[in-house]
């Protein structure tokens, strides 16, 4: 709905995957500004610029469930009825009560980043801690509380072989994700893959 606002909410991620700039720009440590804090952002931007909608911007806005857990619970008690979007949400730390929350504060659509649909490129090219035996759960979780599942993939990786990336597109369209995105793997400087390319 428009007027709308998109916004970060945390910068920095630990996680380190191949192909990301995000720790070499924001660094390795997540940093969250309080959930009072971003209310009162939001309350400020509804107030004074009539947002109907806002989309969290970070890397990973709901990284620690405890913060993630009272951010909601603060969307919810202040009855803001605004309707909202997540660019990125963290696989693992995603759970049920965590969905049905996102659904009750207004949640429409939330993206989560997979990568790989190969046990080995996630580990040994990407590093990335995401078990794809549980992806397919998730996303049927966060489906049954009425939430649009968006997910990305990456193919062409060093070292990837041509079934593994078939592989990686049989997995993007049995998961059950409503919407995939695939990208070309991309080496930017200052990240792991760069200097593996």
């Not at 998730?138 to 593994?164: M, R, S």
Request: proline residues 4%; positive net charge; contains cysteine.
């Amino acid at each position: 709905a428009l007027p709308y606002a998109r916004f970060p909410t945390t910068r920095g991620c630990p996680t380190g995957c191949s192909f990301c700039q995000v720790a070499t720009v924001a660094g390795k440590k997540i940093r969250m500004r309080s959930a009072a804090n971003v209310i009162k952002e939001l309350e400020f931007l509804k107030d004074k610029y009539g947002i109907k909608s806002f989309m969290f911007e970070d890397d990973n806005a709901f990284f620690h469930k405890g913060r993630s857990k009272e951010l909601l619970h603060m969307l919810i008690e202040r009855k803001l009825n605004l309707k909202w979007k997540a660019t990125g949400v963290f696989l693992p730390t995603t759970d049920e009560e965590i969905f049905e929350l996102m659904a009750k504060s207004g949640c429409e659509m939330i993206n989560m980043a997979v990568e790989s649909g190969t046990e080995r490129v996630l580990k040994e090219v990407i590093g990335k801690p995401v078990d794809l035996n549980i992806v397919p759960e998730k996303i049927a979780l966060a489906q049954k509380h009425g939430l649009y599942v968006a997910i990305n993939f990456i193919i062409g990786l060093p070292g990837e072989t041509w079934d593994e990336l078939r592989q990686t597109l049989h997995y993007a369209e049995t998961c059950g994700a409503d919407y995939v995105k695939v990208f070309l793997a991309i080496p930017l400087a200052g990240t792991r893959m760069y200097d593996i390319a």
